[in-house]
């Protein structure tokens, strides 16, 4: 049983790193290699995932090695495919050194394996053999990214050169960082400050000062370079032809997309954002004030008709379009969500995997937001097609399957409607295989949905509960927390509580 959870979980970890794509440009080379070697062990794991033959006890706690290893590849990878550009550069021993770490992992892992004694194919052997060599070379070299590039960003954020960085650096760091857009700068902006939100510290840290400072520069440069960056009407028209604009404060500029503010709107720890900004950041999840890294004790947003006064007066002296707001309608219509919600069922509907995903994440998202959209969603019919996506392969559509459930289990009426769906097994499908963001969630389902006390009896039978209490020993912080309460209160109904020697077999 332990060996066949080991070579599903190594399957798992090969399809997740399968699925992380587009390598900051200072690793690409390294990260692609790590990723297509790893991706090459694929079908030994299918083998014997298929294979009706036991694994020798040697061999397993071998796979469980190779297991772990693929675990911090996997959060490697993801952080050189979503993590800061910058800050990639700039902590490259870190990086190199983890990378090194994990080749050695994985070298090791295979080395320790008898093949011989694995029932798979000499063609698996042989690719698997051939992998392990590239381990092994790779273990006896150093390739270091870009000396330049690390050494002009060293200089910038560790030396006092605020205000005075030469143009030529400030060029060659925005080109090679690929920062020389809106969307790139934005994007570099907000993996900066989520790095910031993941510290265990509430400070933000002097280097994450340092890399947002360095962003602001290379945004002023880039659009002092190009004012009207990143409108294709304009972009080729020549530097000395283009007109020049003046600096924009840094009071005026949003933290988060380091731009002019169009609709300022201050957050429960004083701090002003730009609105759009705010709310995508809250959206993803985040509790916490972006700059103080401070929790929110809440969500309300309130305009900064100062600011936005300022800021309207600035742009007049210095011969700028004043920004304008934003008309934000003050509720969807129905007919208009209704609309946009059956479109997004007829792409659930579809047989095309990037239309399911990206339908299971709109709707993730609209059930989010409010009461309405919930009733709507669910009237629709997107729960039945929601369930049948928990048993997708791919982690992300799983997770956008579960999260959108959880959201709208918010609804007491669409409580009933899960269960009556026969969503619990599919829910616990996801609980016990998913990636770690969806086991998580599933959790947080199972305990909204057994807040009804028919329903605890159904989840309780469902096999919910090993799989639960896995999940605190395995899961983060929020994930433990959320299968304790469900656990709670499962083992309110007497039935459940009587299944407490089904739990003795697991370490809580």
Known sequence: MEEEETVEKLMQAVGEIAGISDY?????????????RIKLLAPMFEELSDSQEPIPEEEAKTLVKLKDALVAAKELLRFGSDGSKICL?????????????????LEQAL??????????????????????AQFKRAKERIDMPDTELYGDLSMVCNGSTEGNIDPVILQ???????????????????????????????????????????????????????????????????????PKTPVIPEDFRCPISLELMNDPVIVATGQTYERSSIEKWLDAGHETCPKTQQKLTNTSLTPNYVLRSLIAQWCESNGIEPPKRPTRP???????ECTKIDALLQKLSSPNPDDQRSAAGELRLLAKRNTDNRVCIAEAGAIPLLVNLLYMQDPRT??????????????????GRIISTGAVPGIVHVLRKGCMEARENAAATLFSLSVIDEHKVMIGTSGAIPALVALLSEGSQRGKKDAATALFNLCIYQGNKERQSELASYQL
């Open 398 to 415: 799983q997770e956008h399957a579960v999260t959108a459930l959880l959201n709208l289990s918010i609804c007491e009426e669409n409580k």
């Open 330 to 336: 003050s509720k969807p219509s129905p007919s208009s």
């Open 89 to 105: 550069v700039l902590e490259r021993e870190k990086i190199m050194k983890r990378l090194q770490e994990i080749t050695d992992q």
């Open 111 to 132: 080395s320790e394996i008898s093949f011989e004694k694995l029932d798979i194919s000499d063609e698996v052997r042989e690719q698997v053999e051939l992998v392990h």
């Open 24 to 36: 900051r440009n200072a690793y690409k080379r390294q990260f692609c290699n790590l990723s297509r």
């Open 172 to 242: 060659r760091l925005a080109e090679k960082l690929q920062l020389t857009t809106i969307s790139e700068l934005s994007q570099e902006s907000f993996a900066l400050h989520e790095m910031a939100a993941a510290s265990s510290s509430a400070d933000p840290g002097e280097n994450t000062k340092k890399m947002l400072v360095l962003l602001q520069q290379i945004k002023d440069f880039m659009q002092s370079q190009n004012p009207q960056m990143g409108d294709p009407a304009i972009s080729n028209v020549p530097a000395n032809e283009k």
